[in-house]
């Protein structure tokens, strides 16, 4: 699928208008934030723990070239292969040689949004590899043919309606009359349906959550179980996971998993955390016997050492789409590639280039919600900023952005000049709020007063009220 | 040059701080003392407050637990519980040596042995540990512990010994150290809190999603 990152006003517009995806975000939005809150107070160490995931992440990052030929090694000891991948096509490629050896017909997949950042199920299906997705949002949007529009709810703009007529559609070989009104209707199906996937697979593709570098393990946090039945049931297991999801010993992923499950869903800790070490070994009555791993750069590594490196630390819980203003009033697919909400604004121009994602870092109110939950400390407004700069150093924003800007510093290195004029417009516009503190209508904006009212000045400018509290 | 080498080069050009020696020493160090982090207050305490913390935490994520006070009893609450959910009385094991010498033949239940079948409805299987801070157990595969147990029958039913009741998932990294060896790890390390669940259409909690529905734990005193 093509990346429609440049459309985001148009992706914007349409979003706005789309009453169904409006109700399913003003529906669920809200019940994420309540869920973290709770598991925060509940945890009174929660803040202290985020300091110390930081500075664990920092640490890797400091030395990831050394952490992943560690890791290597360990994993080669335990029987497994690693696979290195410099970008998207690598990957693919590498991935389907092990299922072509493999003779693989059908691939069970967990949830990986590094396999959405490689567009893995066209590829697979177009050479003849059908790819079958396991947990249930992201099956959801397999069956769509869509993008995930939430990092850890990839149906999250979904309502339970549409869920419905897309079963309809897709299993046809159930009994039409069956009653789908009810959500635990529609999970049973698809526990149903995808348990003869698993079954008949050849190789399971899953994700990983964490690459530990002292013992050559790759972790997997689920709830469904869908991970652990798709990698244990095949002969094969590949992992795909990029190169920053390094730790180097359990101690440190146990860390980090204290904040994962609190910051994402609310949860103390996932159903299901599952650490994977090798192929099954000799005498074990189940399990796969070959156990590869494909470690994926694809622009991180240009990351490193910037200003922008502090976006690696991401461990992907999706807390700051939760909690970002911009996020519930548009939803994920606005974005227009794989990774929404304020970290896809700072890691999407970072992976497909700023002059194609030089929207995006606009798409912020810089509320600053975002830094306050990110439980890696990530600073989000800052490293957005940094992109606008960018944007404006490599010209890549509109005349009128530039003309404006250009006309305000006009006025805000003459200080004199600049309290004339703000003096001015703050009365104008006091007046044209007529008494009720806002402005449903401005002239030359009626684009950003179309969703929103501007709140009128109270008449006088920030210097003159700074200079009558001094008296 | 490889991908590998081409990967590796790159990320060493822009993150080397300091020479190689010194950045290397320090990774060696970090791995081999695998120093532990913050560990919260929640599960610390002796043997009550473990299990009683356990028991909390546990409920809480759906599954149910039972404490018995001699090994010997555990068959006859593994067949109590399957009776009072409606099941038939079979259940699926691993050949785990402590499973193995308990008085199975005593009342009506059926025992299987092995990796999971499709048709299975309940298993057994001994945890390695169980961990206070969340209701956490952990399974680790083996010999004697098909994986496949903790997820394809409709009900996971788990013995754990109360002695292996730890405050913190530290605490079960330590025991995996001491009987696999220093960075080495079984194939599956498998940390299971409550039945399988998915809040994946519009938010609205269902279990189970692909694993089992009910999660039963036997703590044995």
């Not at chain 1, 399990?287 to 461990?315: A, K, W």
């Not at chain 1, 519930?328 to 700023?354: E, K, M, R």
């Not at chain 2, 083996?142 to 109360?162: M, R, Y």
Request: aromatic content about 6%.
């Amino acid at each position: 699928m093509d990346a429609s990152t440049a459309t985001f006003p148009a992706n914007v517009t349409k979003a706005l208008a789309d009453g169904q995806l409006q109700y399913a975000m003003t529906e669920t939005g809200p019940r994420f934030i309540e869920k973290r809150t709770k598991a925060r107070d509940a945890l009174p160490e929660f803040d202290a723990l985020r300091d110390q995931a930081r500075d664990i992440k920092n640490h890797v990052l400091d030395h990831l070239d050394i952490y992943l030929e560690r890791y290597e090694e360990k994993v080669q000891k335990s029987g497994g292969h690693v696979h290195w991948a410099q970008d998207a096509e690598e990957a693919r490629a590498q991935i389907l040689a092990i299922c072509r050896k493999a003779n693989a017909k059908l691939v069970t997949k967990g949830k990986s949004m590094i396999s959405e950042e490689i567009d893995l199920n066209h590829y697979l299906s177009a050479n003849g590899v059908e790819p079958v997705e396991t947990d249930l949002g992201e099956y959801l949007i397999q069956i769509r043919n869509e993008r995930p529009s939430h990092i850890i709810a990839p149906a999250v703009h979904l309502t339970r309606d549409q869920v419905e007529a897309d079963f309809r559609k897709a299993h046809t070989h159930l009994d039409p009359n069956r009653d789908l009104t009810e959500i635990p209707a529609l999970v049973e199906e698809a526990r149903t349906v995808l348990r003869q996937k698993y079954f008949a697979a050849d190789v399971g593709i899953t994700g990983a959550n964490f690459l530990v570098a002292e013992t050559g393990t790759s972790i997997i946090v689920t709830n469904e179980g869908n991970g652990d039945l798709t990698q244990i049931l095949p002969k094969v297991h590949i992992v795909i996971a990029s190169i920053e999801k390094i730790v180097p010993t359990l101690e440190d992923a146990a860390t980090i998993l204290r904040v994962l499950a609190r910051s994402a869903t609310g949860q103390d800790f996932s159903n299901y955390t599952t650490l994977s070490t090798g192929p099954r070994r000799e005498g074990d009555p189940d399990g796969p016997e070959e156990y590869h791993v494909v470690i994926l750069d694809n622009g991180r590594s240009n990351v490193l050492g910037t200003e922008f490196q502090d976006m690696l630390r991401c461990i992907r819980c999706g807390a700051c789409l939760n909690h970002c203003p911009v996020y519930n009033a548009v939803g994920g697919h606005a974005y227009g590639w794989v990774y929404p909400g304020p970290i896809g604004s700072v890691v999407t121009p970072a992976l497909v280039g700023i002059e194609k994602a030089k929207h995006l870092p606009n798409a912020s109110t810089f509320c600053g919600r975002c830094e306050e939950v990110c439980p890696m400390r990530i600073p989000l407004p800052k490293l957005l900023r940094h992109w606008r700069e960018k944007e404006f150093e490599q010209h890549l924003q509109p005349q009128s952005i530039r003309w404006g800007l250009g006309v305000w510093a006009f006025f805000a290195k003459r200080p004199k000049l600049y309290r004339m004029a703000t003096a001015l417009a703050a009365r104008v516009l006091t007046n044209q709020g007529h008494g009720k503190g806002r402005m449903s209508s401005l002239p030359l904006a009626s684009g950003w007063t179309r969703y929103r009212d501007f709140p009128a000045p109270q008449g006088k400018t920030f210097q003159q009220l700074w200079k009558e509290r001094r008296k | 040059m490889t991908a590998r080498d081409a990967m590796l080069a790159r990320i060493r050009s822009k993150t080397a701080k300091g020479s190689d020696e010194t950045r290397r020493a320090a990774v060696d160090a970090r791995l081999a003392q695998h120093p532990r982090n913050l560990i919260p207050e929640r599960g610390i305490g002796d043997e009550d407050h473990r299990v009683r913390v356990f028991t909390e935490m546990m409920q809480a994520v759906g599954g149910s637990v039972e404490i018995v006070n001699d090994l010997n009893d555990v068959p006859d609450s593994i067949s109590d519980y399957l009776r009072n959910s409606n099941l038939p009385a079979h259940v699926r094991r691993g050949s785990d040596p402590v499973l193995a010498r308990l008085p199975w033949h005593r009342g009506t239940l059926e025992v299987a042995q092995g990796r999971a079948e499709e048709t299975d409805r309940a298993s057994v299987t001994r945890a390695f540990a169980g961990i206070a801070e969340t209701g956490t157990i952990i399974q680790v595969s083996g010999q004697d512990n098909p994986t496949t147990l903790n997820f394809l029958p409709e009900v996971h039913i788990v013995v754990l010994e109360a002695s292996a009741v730890f405050a913190s998932y530290e605490e079960a990294w330590t025991k995996l150290r001491d009987e696999f060896g220093e960075g080495i790890m079984p194939r599956t390390v498998n940390m299971i809190s409550g039945p399988s669940r998915t809040g994946d259409i519009e938010q609205t909690i269902v279990r189970p999603a692909h694993g089992p529905k009910n999660m039963h734990v036997i703590i044995v005193r």
